[in-house]
């Protein structure tokens, strides 16, 4: 245990974050980051980290308000003048509930913890494929800042960012997570509510379409639960 290699996982609470620290566990000591940033269930989702944190156990824990991305605003999770739609899953175009950048803002934290602890590795639960569209979880945007983190960090630094769910959707991860045993009743999806989830966001409607193609209830209590 003690030559086991440091993994920061950037872990909002929710549940592709809850898998990928599942999956990140399997190799790594896990050091957890979780950001703050004016979001309208910002409360609930660092209960939810603490407690992910608690189940794995995680020693390494940083907490970080990054405040201007809600003075900046532009989205509905940290604008209240903009209202949370409900979820339309065939869409195409980018909704209102993108945090402009917020990815690339969450790395450069991890980034910096990371070459503190001496950290080999940056998990991040981003999914492109059954995803909301954002463009901040493309794998090219991925790729592209590997290239950023070994330009700006020392020479002998060797961090690399893994996002091993990107490619799969809601139903296969929910599948990993069950099949590693992640807390998946500890996690927090929803965009707007934090004592029952609304069941009708984005994160909402991608979560129970998830559960509801694996054939099982999700564990977290819903306002209400359409079927997707």
């Known amino acids: 245990m003690k ?5 920061v996982v950037a872990v909002s609470g929710g549940l592709d974050s809850c898998v990928s620290a599942a999956i990140a566990n399997l190799e790594y000591e896990l050091a957890f980051a979780h950001i ?4 309208r269930t910002q409360a609930r989702e660092l209960k939810a980290f603490n407690d992910i944190a608690n189940f794995y156990s995680v020693k390494y824990r940083i907490i970080i308000d990054f405040n201007h991305l809600a003075k900046i605003g532009g989205s509905s999770l940290t604008d209240k003048s903009i209202e949370i739609i409900e979820a339309n899953l ?3 175009e980018v909704p209102s509930s993108y945090v402009p950048f917020r990815n690339a803002n969450i790395l450069t934290a991890c980034v910096s913890w990371a070459e503190v602890i001496e950290a080999e590795a940056i998990f991040i639960g981003a999914v492109f494929e059954d995803s909301s569209g954002y463009p901040d979880c493309r794998p090219d945007f991925f790729n592209a800042f590997n290239s950023v983190i070994n330009l700006g960090t020392k020479p002998d630094t060797n961090i690399e960012i893994k996002t091993p769910i990107i490619h799969l959707n809601k139903n296969e ?3 990993k997570g069950t099949e590693l045993n992640a807390p998946l009743n500890l996690t927090w999806s929803c965009y707007q509510n ?6 009708v966001c984005d994160s909402c409607a991608l979560r129970l379409r998830g559960f509801q193609q694996r054939g099982i209830e999700d564990p977290i209590p ?3 639960r359409p079927k997707y």
């Open 173 to 175: 991860i929910i599948e």
């Open 194 to 199: 934090e004592d029952e989830a609304c069941g």
């Open 36 to 39: 703050n940033y004016g979001q």
């Open 222 to 224: 819903y306002k209400i």
């Open 90 to 92: 065939e869409a195409d």
């Open 3 to 7: 030559n086991k290699k440091i993994a």
